[in-house]
């Protein structure tokens, strides 16, 4: 897969800014990435901040959240091209990220941040950030940042 992800660097801080509102409160926090493909790549356009439950190693987005989700999709005609959260620890995929995935279309991303992003900048985002990627098989593969993601003014 070489599709390449475009992100504005102000979705990245504003991304950063919702987790690390989360680390405030010492919870992992999910956030949304909205886009659409443009010729071989995919703008990123917007954060979406869902309604969703929260704790220290956990997050869920209750069905009517994910109805509110899909009219933002249909209003903005956007899709989801990848979630970002984070954890309270390292970053990786846990099994509980594995089997629940908003997106679950193939070549769809999945960002984790350490610390709840609580030390996490624009400048280090693409260092800190461990990046999945759903293969053809439905896994989710481990990538390099680099490799998918483009951050662009
Ligand atoms: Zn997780």
Same mark, same amino acid.
């Given at each position: 897969?070489?599709?390449?992800?475009?992100?504005?660097?102000?979705?990245?801080?504003?991304?950063?800014?919702?987790?690390?509102?989360? /680390?405030?409160?010492?919870?992992?926090?999910?956030?949304?990435?909205?886009?659409?493909?443009?010729?071989?790549?995919?703008?990123?356009?917007?954060?979406?901040?869902?309604?969703?439950?929260?704790?220290?190693?956990?997050?869920?987005?209750?069905?009517?959240?994910?109805?509110?989700?899909?009219?933002?999709?249909?209003?903005?005609?956007?899709?989801?091209? *990848?979630?970002?959260?984070?954890?309270?620890?390292?970053?990786?995929?846990?099994?509980?990220?594995?089997?629940? /995935?908003?997106?679950?279309?193939?070549?769809?991303?999945?960002?984790?941040?350490?610390?709840?992003?609580?030390?996490?900048?624009? /400048?280090?985002?693409?260092?800190? *950030?461990?990046?999945?990627?759903?293969? *053809?098989?439905?896994?989710?593969?481990?990538?390099?940042?680099?490799?998918?993601?483009?951050?662009?003014?």
């Amino acid at each position: 897969m070489s599709t390449v992800f475009q992100c504005p660097v102000s979705i990245v801080a504003e991304t950063i800014s919702h987790l690390q509102e989360g /680390a405030k409160r010492n919870c992992e926090t999910v956030v949304l990435w909205l886009g659409r493909d443009v010729g071989e790549s995919i703008q990123i356009t917007d954060v979406y901040l869902p309604q969703q439950e929260v704790s220290i190693d956990y997050f869920r987005i209750p069905a009517s959240s994910m109805r509110l989700l899909m009219a933002e999709l249909r209003r903005s005609r956007t899709k989801i091209v *990848a979630q970002v959260h984070s954890h309270p620890g390292l970053a990786f995929h846990s099994s509980a990220d594995d089997a629940w /995935a908003v997106v679950r279309h193939i070549g769809a991303l999945s960002l984790v941040l350490p610390r709840f992003a609580s030390d996490t900048c624009v /400048a280090d985002f693409s260092k800190k *950030a461990a990046v999945y990627q759903l293969d *053809a098989t439905d896994n989710w593969r481990e990538v390099q940042f680099d490799h998918v993601l483009q951050i662009v003014k």
